[in-house]
C-alpha cells in the first residue's frame, strides 16, 4: 500500500500519468510536464468557450471522456531548457511520439507553451527548428492564427496555445489582453469543430 502513496512532496508532475484518454479519439492535448496545472488554468478555460459555442450552435458538447492528453516527455527534468535545448533522451521522446501520430492520425493536436509546440513540429521535421526563447507569445499567437486559417480536417492540426496568460500580452484582432483570450481560441477551435462536425465522431451521445 505504501508503494501507492505518494509523498506529500512528490512533484505535482509525477502525481500526473503521462497519458489519458483513448488514442483513437480525433481531439490530443499535449503538456509540458514541469507545467502540469496548465491542464487546469488554461485548459479547462478554453474548453468552457468551446462547449459553450458548440452547445449554443449545435445543441451538444464534445464528450471529453476519452480525449488523448499526454506530457511531451516523461520525465519533467529533462525539458530542455536555456543551456540544454534538445538532449538525446527528448529526441527519443520525439521519436517515440512521432509513430503514435503517425499510427493514429489525430485530427486535432493542441500544444501548450512553447516547448511542446515545438516539440510537435520536430516530430513533422518542421525546419527550421526554433530555439526556446523563439516562441512567445506573439509567436505562438501568430501559429495559432496561421493553424486556424489553414485547418484540414483531413489532416492533422496542430493548434498551439499558451501555456500562461498576463495582462502585458497583446494578441491579434483587437483581443488585446488576456481576459479575452480564452473566449477567442476557443470561439475559433469551435469554428471549425462545427464546419467540420459530421467528420468528427466526438460527440456525448
Not at 518542421?126 to 489553414?150: H, M, N, Q, R
Request: glycine share 2%; charged share 25%.
Amino acid at each position: 500500500m505504501s508503494d501507492l502513496t505518494y509523498n506529500k512532496n512528490t512533484p505535482l508532475s509525477e502525481k500526473i500519468p503521462r497519458e489519458s484518454g483513448e488514442r483513437t479519439f480525433p481531439i490530443w492535448l499535449l503538456f509540458n510536464p514541469k507545467h502540469p496545472v496548465v491542464r487546469h488554468y488554461i485548459w479547462k478555460l478554453v474548453l468552457a468557450e468551446i462547449q459553450d459555442k458548440l452547445y449554443r450552435e449545435l445543441h451538444t458538447r464534445i464528450d471529453t471522456t476519452n480525449i488523448y492528453i499526454r506530457n511531451a516527455v516523461s520525465d519533467s527534468r529533462i525539458v530542455p531548457n536555456t543551456v540544454n535545448w534538445w538532449g538525446s533522451e527528448v529526441a527519443t521522446e520525439i521519436d517515440q511520439f512521432r509513430e503514435i501520430i503517425i499510427e493514429h492520425q489525430p485530427r486535432i493536436l493542441i500544444s501548450f507553451g512553447s516547448f511542446p509546440f515545438e516539440f510537435v513540429r520536430r516530430a513533422y521535421k518542421s525546419s527550421p527548428e526554433k530555439g526556446p526563447k523563439y516562441w512567445c507569445a506573439s509567436t505562438l499567437g501568430d501559429e495559432f492564427v496561421k493553424s486556424i486559417e489553414k485547418f484540414d480536417i483531413n489532416k492533422t492540426n496542430i493548434i498551439p496555445l499558451l501555456r500562461r496568460v498576463t495582462e502585458s500580452d497583446k494578441f491579434i484582432e483587437n483581443h488585446t489582453y488576456f481576459a479575452s483570450y480564452y473566449h477567442y481560441v476557443g470561439t475559433k477551435i469551435a469554428e471549425q469543430i462545427i464546419e467540420n462536425k459530421d467528420s468528427l465522431n466526438i460527440w456525448i451521445e
